[in-house]
Nanobody
Framework: QVQLVESGGGLVQPGGSLRLSCAAS????????MGWYRQGPGNQRELVAR????????NYADFVKGRFTISMDNAKNTMYLQMNSLKPEDTAVYYC????????WGVGTLVTVSS
């Protein structure tokens, strides 16, 4: 059973940056497209960004385009989400999973954007 562990969240001021990491057991990144998802207060979980198996194709939700960058390091079995120019509306618990979702959800990592 694949395990996904998110980390890197925290409290940041508007306009700040954070880099999230997703560590996976097994070579999941070479077998599946992956995605970062988030669930804000009172909202449904939504897709933020996705990346193809070998990392050559990326796609972003309109609300993060130009601010967030998804990447992966297959050798380290780790996926990243670089988040710049953060806004209060980016406050959410961020999760990683396959795209489409096939694995169990991890506990996520909380990102709070507030002054």
């Amino acid at each position: 059973q694949v395990q996904l562990v998110e980390s890197g969240g925290g409290l940041v001021q508007p306009g700040g940056s954070l880099r999230l990491s997703c560590a996976a057991s097994g070579s999941i990144f070479s077998r599946f497209a992956m995605g970062w998802y988030r669930q804000g207060p009172g909202n449904q979980r939504e897709l933020v960004a996705r990346i193809s198996q070998i990392g050559s194709i990326t796609n972003y939700a309109d609300f993060v385009k130009g601010r967030f960058t998804i990447s992966m390091d297959n050798a380290k079995n780790t996926m990243y989400l670089q988040m710049n120019s953060l806004k209060p509306e980016d406050t959410a618990v961020y999760y990683c999973n396959t795209f489409p979702v096939l694995a169990n959800w991890g506990v996520g990592t909380l990102v709070t954007v507030s002054s």
